[in-house]
């Protein structure tokens, strides 16, 4: 069973910056598809990115594109989320999910395993 534990999250000021972790164990295939996806009070949760294991192809959401980085440390199983200019809208819970083997497009539907999430919280 894959487990996904985020870290990371905190305050920042508007313009800013935050770099979140996420330490992933129990993987059994070759290569995942992993994201970083937000929920913020009241609304649903929404896409940031996805990044392939093996290419390292990524995708981001077009909210996020230009300020968010993601990349991952396939010798330590570890997902990161680097955020730059950050707004008072990236306020949100943010969870790192994983599938195995592929990436298809940027869809938390797609996704079988969660983290249990890491606060971020832009001040304006």
């Known amino acids: 069973q894959v487990q996904l534990v985020e870290s990371g999250g905190g305050s920042a000021q508007a313009g800013g910056s935050l770099r979140l972790s996420c330490a992933a164990s129990?993987?059994?295939?070759?290569?995942?598809?992993m994201g970083w996806f937000r929920q913020a009070p009241g609304k649903e949760r929404e896409e940031v990115a996805q990044?392939?294991?093996?290419?390292?192809?990524?995708v981001y959401a077009d909210s996020v594109k230009g300020r968010f980085t993601i990349s991952r440390d396939n010798a330590k199983n570890t997902l990161y989320l680097q955020m730059n200019s950050l707004k008072p809208e990236d306020t949100a819970m943010y969870y790192c999910?994983?599938?195995?083997?592929?990436?298809?497009?940027?869809?938390?539907?797609?996704?079988?395993?969660w983290g249990q999430g890491t606060q971020v919280t832009v001040s304006s």
């Open positions: 999910a994983a599938r195995p083997l592929f990436c298809y497009s940027l869809n938390r539907f797609t996704y079988n395993y």
């Open positions: 129990g993987y059994t295939a070759s290569t995942y598809c």
């Open positions: 990044i392939h294991t093996g290419t390292g192809s990524a």
